[in-house]
C-alpha cells in the first residue's frame, strides 16, 4: 500500500464497530520529556517518559441499539479498549497495521452540537491510559 | 495488550449484547 485516502479508517471502541460514524480521527502517539539535564550540560537533555497519547474522533451522533452515543455512554468513565486500522477491510500488514489501546471515557457530549441545518455531532478527544500497541499481524 | 478486557465486556452487558463481534486476540507492544 502507498499513499491511501483517508475515507475508510476502521475504528472499534469495546469491540462496537463506530467506523461508519466517524467524520475525523486522530491518533496522537506521544510521551513526556522528562529533564535529566545535569551539571556540565551545554543544552537541555531530556529522557523518554510515560507515554501520553490522546484519540480525538468527531462522530456522527445515533442513539440506536449498539451505536454510537448508546455504547459511549455505557463505557462513560471507564476505560476501554479501542481498536484503529488505517483501511478497514483490508488485512492488517506492515502497510496497513492495527493499532490498539485502552482510553478513558471521560467526556461526552450527547446532545450533540450543530445548528437546525446539521446533522448532531460530538467532537470528542480521549485520554490513552495504555501504551499504544502497533501490531502487523491480526484481525480488526 | 489483551482485548476485549473486563471493562469492554461490561460494556457490551450494558448494551445488551453477550459477546463482541471479535475474537479474543493478544497483541504485543513493539516497543
Known amino acids: 500500500m502507498a499513499i491511501y485516502l483517508d475515507n475508510n479508517v476502521g475504528l472499534k471502541i469495546a469491540t462496537i464497530d463506530l467506523s461508519q460514524y466517524i467524520t475525523s480521527i486522530t491518533l496522537t502517539q506521544t510521551f513526556d520529556e522528562v529533564e535529566t539535564t545535569a551539571m556540565g550540560a551545554t543544552a537541555h537533555q531530556f529522557s523518554k517518559g510515560l507515554e501520553s497519547s490522546t484519540l480525538a474522533v468527531d462522530f456522527l451522533n445515533d442513539f440506536a441499539a449498539a451505536s454510537v452515543c448508546t455504547t459511549l455512554q455505557a463505557a462513560y468513565g471507564t476505560s476501554v479498549t479501542a481498536v484503529l486500522i488505517p483501511v478497514k477491510g483490508t488485512a492488517v500488514s506492515a502497510t496497513n497495521p492495527l493499532y490498539t489501546v485502552s482510553i478513558l471515557v471521560n467526556n461526552l457530549t450527547p446532545v450533540g452540537s450543530g445548528g437546525p441545518a446539521d446533522y448532531a455531532t460530538s467532537s470528542l478527544s480521549f485520554t490513552c491510559t495504555s501504551t499504544v500497541a502497533y501490531a502487523t499481524t491480526g484481525t480488526f | ?31
Open chain 2, 1 to 31: 495488550m489483551t482485548y476485549p478486557t473486563e471493562a469492554d465486556l461490561e460494556v457490551l452487558k450494558k448494551l445488551g449484547l453477550s459477546s463482541p463481534d471479535v475474537t479474543t486476540t493478544t497483541k504485543k507492544d513493539e516497543e
